[in-house]
C-alpha cells in the first residue's frame, strides 16, 4: 500500500450500512450509507472492501465457505449461519421463503437469517449489473476475522454485551490505537436507531482484515463459483 491507499470495511446496520475507512498510515474514518450502491460510489477509490454480506447464490446447496467457516469456529459456528437457497433468498415472505429453502434442502432457516435478506439481495443485484467491482469487493465474517486477529481461537463472548465489546476492543487496540475513543466518538455523532457499537466493531476488523489480507486466508482455499460467476469464498 501506498500513502493514499485505503480500504473500507462494510457491515449491516439498522439505516443500512456503516463503513469503517481504514487508510495506509490507519486512519479510521467512519459513515453511514443508506443504498449500497451509494457507499460504493463514495469508496470507488478503495484498494479493497470486506463486506460482511453473502456474496455468490447457491440454488440447490449449501454453500462451501459457511460450511468450512463454521468449521473453524467451532462452538461460536452458529453467528455464521448456512445462507438459503437463491429462490429463498428472492421469496416475498418468511413463510413462502422457508416453503422453498424445506423443499430442495430438507430444512427451513431463521427468521435472523431473513432478516439479513434484504442486505444480501441489495448487494446482489448491485453485483450481477457491476460484475467487475468483484474483483475487489470481497466477502468476510467479523467473528472469522476476530479468530484470526486472535491467533486462531474464536471468541465465544457475545458481540451484543459489554463484556464481548470490550474484550474485542481489546484485540483491535493491538493494531489499531486509541479505538475506542474512535468508536465512541461516532457513537456519538449518530443515533442507536441506525447503527449499534457491535456494527462498528464489526465494520473496523473488517477493514483491518482487508489491509493485512492474504489471498491464502479464505474458506475454501479454492476458488468456488456461482452459476453467475460470482465468487463464494470468506476471507478473514
Given at each position: 500500500?501506498?500513502?493514499?491507499?485505503?480500504?473500507?470495511?462494510?457491515?449491516?446496520?439498522?439505516?443500512?450500512?456503516?463503513?469503517?475507512?481504514?487508510?495506509?498510515?490507519?486512519?479510521?474514518?467512519?459513515?453511514?450509507?443508506?443504498?449500497?450502491?451509494?457507499?460504493?460510489?463514495?469508496?470507488?477509490?478503495?484498494?479493497?472492501?470486506?463486506?460482511?454480506?453473502?456474496?455468490?447464490?447457491?440454488?440447490?446447496?449449501?454453500?462451501?465457505?459457511?460450511?468450512?467457516?463454521?468449521?473453524?469456529?467451532?462452538q461460536?459456528?452458529?453467528?455464521?449461519?448456512?445462507?438459503?437457497?437463491r429462490?429463498?433468498?428472492?421469496?416475498?415472505?418468511?413463510?413462502?421463503?422457508?416453503?422453498?429453502?424445506?423443499?430442495?434442502?430438507?430444512?427451513?432457516?431463521?427468521?435472523?437469517?431473513?432478516?439479513?435478506?434484504?442486505?444480501?439481495?441489495?448487494?446482489?443485484?448491485?453485483?450481477?449489473?457491476?460484475?467487475?467491482?468483484?474483483?475487489?469487493?470481497?466477502?468476510?465474517?467479523?467473528?472469522?476475522?476476530?479468530?484470526?486477529?486472535?491467533?486462531?481461537?474464536?471468541?465465544?463472548?457475545?458481540?451484543?454485551?459489554?463484556?464481548?465489546?470490550?474484550?474485542?476492543?481489546?484485540?483491535?487496540?493491538?493494531?489499531?490505537?486509541?479505538?475506542?475513543?474512535?468508536?465512541?466518538?461516532?457513537?456519538?455523532?449518530?443515533?442507536?436507531?441506525?447503527?449499534?457499537?457491535?456494527?462498528?466493531?464489526?465494520?473496523?476488523?473488517?477493514?483491518?482484515?482487508?489491509?493485512?489480507?492474504?489471498?491464502?486466508?479464505c474458506?475454501?482455499?479454492?476458488?468456488?463459483?456461482?452459476?453467475?460467476?460470482?465468487?463464494?469464498?470468506?476471507?478473514?
Open positions: 500500500m501506498n500513502s493514499n491507499d485505503f480500504v473500507v470495511g462494510i457491515d449491516g446496520c439498522k439505516y443500512g450500512w456503516v463503513a469503517s475507512k481504514l487508510s495506509y498510515n490507519r486512519k479510521l474514518n467512519f459513515s453511514l450509507h443508506y443504498y449500497f450502491e451509494e457507499l460504493i460510489e463514495q469508496y470507488c477509490n478503495a484498494i479493497r472492501l470486506f463486506v460482511d454480506v453473502p456474496i455468490g447464490l447457491m440454488d440447490d446447496d449449501y454453500r462451501k465457505c459457511d460450511m468450512e467457516g463454521r468449521k473453524l469456529l467451532g461460536k459456528g452458529s453467528s455464521l449461519f448456512p445462507i438459503p437457497i429462490d429463498a433468498i428472492y421469496s416475498e415472505d418468511y413463510t413462502s421463503g422457508c416453503k422453498k429453502n424445506y423443499t430442495v434442502m430438507g430444512k427451513k432457516f431463521s427468521k435472523q437469517a431473513w432478516n439479513i435478506l434484504p442486505r444480501v439481495r441489495e448487494v446482489d443485484r448491485y453485483l450481477m449489473k457491476n460484475k467487475n467491482l468483484a474483483i475487489k469487493l470481497y466477502e468476510s465474517h467479523p467473528e472469522l476475522c476476530f479468530y484470526q486477529l486472535n491467533k486462531n481461537v474464536p471468541i465465544f463472548t457475545s458481540k451484543k454485551t459489554s463484556i464481548g465489546q470490550t474484550e474485542r476492543l481489546e484485540i483491535l487496540s493491538e493494531y489499531l490505537s486509541s479505538i475506542e475513543m474512535r468508536v465512541n466518538e461516532f457513537l456519538k455523532q449518530t443515533k442507536r436507531r441506525d447503527v449499534l457499537i457491535d456494527d462498528i466493531i464489526d465494520s473496523v476488523v473488517l477493514a483491518l482484515a482487508a489491509q493485512i489480507f492474504s489471498e491464502n486466508r474458506v475454501p482455499i479454492k476458488m468456488v463459483y456461482d452459476k453467475n460467476n460470482l465468487p463464494m469464498n470468506i476471507y478473514y
